[in-house]
């Protein structure tokens, strides 16, 4: 469902006319009476039966929304059921009955004013599946970066930085391009944390005493793993063609390049899940909620990720 206010019903109705013809199938998990107006939709019972349903309408299982939604004005009393959502498609995951989820965007300051205690999506669905650690993937056809720490104040990013946290991020991504994405043998970029990956110690020496024990500890276990990179350089064409996934060390030093890059084609994939998730790359986008003017085009590509990484995992 994601943010009842924002553009996630508009553009799921956009990706189910863009993907009714071939696939993959998908159902929603929302209110059926708010998304009526913007398209054919059909409420199903069970997920099984969305497969049938999907040429001609959106398959909906029903989530009801205890008050009346006002596009780009978001309602904590609604949250309870924002949450359900989620919880409801982890549940229908887990069990078998759909392959994967995919969720839209959520509005956190929303969540919290209701409650919710969790830092995101990814930190909720750690908490949900029993999860000991979820990784963040941005992942487009140009670029795929992982952030160390997510959801966290720059400043708490920096003071909780270990070896341990890098080398568990970088064996996590790891072991998901193998399974999710067919790379055998995948290379990691570690990108430095200081300007100049902290030009051999003047300019900080993170790099020193806790970036390059992490990379030395991964390639103990096999994993072609280089670096520190500095920053600067690192998400350059040329740079990137050499390895198959950057690990960052805190949120905006992988999302930003991601998104400038390609902010329409990037997904995010949560990795280290007994399940698949994706979800767009943006977020609720209030502002322009109701007009119309939403783009499909990254819940598309990650719909259309996840059934790939699903199929995989089948074949497996």
């Not at 966290?152 to 270990?162: F, I």
């Not at 944390?193 to 096999?222: F, Q, T, V, Y």
């Not at 390895?243 to 390609?262: F, G, R, S, W």
Request: a neutral charge.
């Amino acid at each position: 469902m994601g943010d009842p206010a924002g553009i996630g019903g508009e553009i799921t109705l956009r990706a189910w006319q863009a993907l009714r013809g071939g696939g993959p199938v998908f159902f929603a998990i929302d209110d059926p009476a708010r998304l009526a107006p913007r398209g054919p939709i059909r409420r199903i019972d069970h997920a099984a039966e969305a497969a049938a349903v999907f040429p001609e309408a959106l398959p909906v299982l029903a989530q009801p929304l205890p008050v009346p939604v006002r596009p780009g004005h978001p309602d904590p009393a609604n949250a309870p059921a924002v949450i359900a959502s989620i919880e409801r498609a982890v549940q229908l995951a887990l069990s078998g009955e759909a392959s994967g989820i995919v969720t839209n965007p959520i509005s956190k300051a929303v969540l919290y004013a209701a409650g919710f205690s969790y830092p995101g999506h990814t930190e909720f669905l750690a908490a949900l599946t029993g999860a000991p650690l979820a990784i963040m993937m941005l992942a487009s056809p140009v670029l795929r970066v992982v952030p160390v720490s997510v959801h966290v104040s720059l400043r708490q990013a920096v003071e909780t930085l270990t070896t341990d946290a890098i080398v568990l991020a970088g064996r996590i991504t790891a072991r998901a391009l193998v399974q999710d994405f067919s790379i055998a043998r995948p290379r990691l970029a570690i990108a430095g944390l200081n300007p100049h990956a902290g030009e051999g110690g003047a300019m900080g020496e993170e790099e020193i005493h806790l970036i390059a024990p992490a990379i030395e500890a991964l390639r103990a276990e096999g994993i072609h793993a280089s670096g520190p990179w500095p920053p600067d350089t690192l998400f350059t064409p040329a740079a990137s063609a050499r390895y198959d996934a950057a690990v960052c060390m805190y949120h905006d030093q992988a999302l930003i390049p991601l998104k400038t890059l390609d902010m329409t084609g990037g997904v995010n994939v949560t990795l280290g899940l007994p399940l698949v998730r994706t979800s767009p790359d943006h977020g609720t986008a209030f502002d322009i909620a109701g007009r119309g003017r939403a783009d499909a085009a990254s819940l598309i590509a990650a719909i259309r990720l996840a059934a790939r990484i699903a199929a995989r995992r089948s074949r497996a």
